[in-house]
Structure formats: structure tokens, C-alpha cells
């Protein structure tokens, strides 16, 4: 079984992003405190949103924040 995921893990196209700047930490602050998510979640939220990239979380409020801002779940 973890043999599989990891292969299909090794199949992603992987993107590595640069942390927030400073100048972003208002808008993360703010749809943080909107969705009640961490800083964190709302990092995550906050990149599918404006890269327009599909969200994959258990994350119950994650999951109900991405849907209300129009990102599609996997």
C-alpha cells in the first residue's frame, strides 16, 4: 500500500512556492480570522485561490472556506 502512494506521489508535478512577503500577511490575517482557519490553512487557501489550483484537505473548515471561495476540492 505505501509503495503505491509514494509512486503516485513521485508522478506530481511539484511546485515549490516562496513564503508569504510581509505584505500578504494582512490578507492571510484576514481570511483567517473570516473562516476561522490558521495562518497556515489560510496560506494554502490563499495560494489555490489565486493560482486557480485544485485544494485537497480533510480539513473540515479548509474544505467549507475553499468551497465558499470557489476552488475546487479533489
Not at 503516485?8 to 515549490?16: A, G, K, P, T, W
Not at 490575517?29 to 493560482?51: C, G, Q
Not at 484537505?57 to 476540492?73: I, N, Y
Request: charged share 20%; net charge negative; no cysteine.
Amino acid at each position: 500500500h505505501s509503495a503505491s502512494v509514494l509512486d503516485l506521489v513521485s508522478q506530481m508535478r511539484v511546485i515549490v512556492h516562496a513564503p508569504p512577503e510581509t505584505s500578504e500577511l494582512p490578507r492571510l490575517a484576514w481570511l483567517a480570522r473570516l473562516f476561522d482557519l490558521s495562518i497556515y490553512d489560510a496560506e494554502y487557501l490563499d495560494l489555490a485561490y489565486r493560482k486557480t489550483l485544485p485544494l485537497a484537505s480533510f480539513h473540515e473548515k479548509l474544505v467549507r472556506a475553499a468551497a465558499a471561495l470557489g476552488v475546487v476540492l479533489l
